[in-house]
């Protein structure tokens, strides 16, 4: 079984075959997704998919927030839509949410702003938190290491070694991609340095997407080479490290607390 940590399953990208695209899923194992949000509207969207596919075989958690890079436009400071969307429906975790300095700094302290105000929503409403950090992994890890009764999935990890042992001693996991299977990757020095608890399995599609794939679509049903590659890394039976996987997503994601939710 493989747990999909991060697909954007609300962008527009699927919107003309998502039930194709769950059904290769389901045939190559995808037992359990995170459908992932960034804004107000593909929070709802994450929301309303899950609700429409929740016989689809494949258990589907939504989760809403803010993403760095649309705090731009955002006017609502207190993000009640946010609130709003948590109080009146079964939310898994708060995501993605986090620092991206790759394309614009001008909007720097409103990003530590909301990323704050987000962590803040997520102790009050005791759930995890999903991070997207590009170019600015120190700040987001003392952002983290502030507020450490916080936890969640650091995703798309692409730092060094030794941040990324801060970071899981904060209790995050790391979130594993397609990344890993590109030729001038050095994730796998990451994957191959930390124990196997310390990762999660995730394609953030529709972008990048893994070997042999890359220049398609990502979606979910290429976890299997994301799988393949670290069972390579980590020398150990492919079964075995999906278990573990499988595991990890689950105990991060509290999936046995969002079960037992109304
Ligand atoms: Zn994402």
């Given at each position: 079984m493989?747990?999909?940590?991060?697909c954007h399953l609300n962008d527009d990208a699927?919107?003309?075959?998502?039930?194709?695209?769950?059904l290769r899923a389901k045939n190559n194992n995808?037992?359990?997704?995170?459908?992932?949000?960034?804004d107000k509207e593909s929070s709802i969207n994450a929301i309303n998919i899950c609700k429409k596919y929740q016989d689809c075989g494949i258990n589907l958690y939504p989760v809403v927030g803010l993403h760095p890079e649309n705090v731009k436009d955002e006017e609502d400071l207190e993000l009640n839509w946010l609130e709003d969307l948590i109080n009146n429906n079964k939310i898994c975790a708060i995501g993605e949410i986090g620092l991206d300095l790759y394309w614009d700094k001008t909007y720097l302290d409103k990003q530590i702003y909301f990323f704050n105000k987000q962590i803040q929503l997520a102790k009050k409403y005791d759930l995890p938190i999903i991070i997207h950090s590009r170019e600015a992994t120190q700040l987001t890890y003392d952002i983290l290491k502030e507020h450490q009764d916080v936890k969640g999935i650091y995703h798309c990890y692409s730092g060094s070694v030794e941040m990324a042992k801060l970071i899981t001693n904060l209790g995050y996991k790391l979130g594993?991609?397609?990344?890993l299977t590109f030729k001038n990757s050095h994730l796998y020095e990451v994957v191959d340095a930390l124990d196997i608890t310390s990762f999660v399995t995730e394609t953030d599609c529709p972008y990048l997407t893994p070997a042999p794939n890359r220049g398609k679509r990502n979606e979910p049903a290429?976890?299997?080479?994301?799988?393949?590659?670290?069972a390579e890394i980590k020398k150990m039976q492919i079964d075995e490290i999906?278990?573990?996987?499988?595991?990890n997503a689950k105990e991060i994601l509290r999936i046995r607390d969002y079960e037992e939710k109304n």
């Open positions: 493989i747990f999909e940590t991060h699927f919107k003309d075959d998502l039930d194709e695209v769950l995808v037992t359990s997704m995170c459908i992932i949000a960034w594993i991609g397609g990344v290429y976890l299997v080479y994301i799988v393949e590659k670290m999906s278990d573990i996987l499988y595991q």
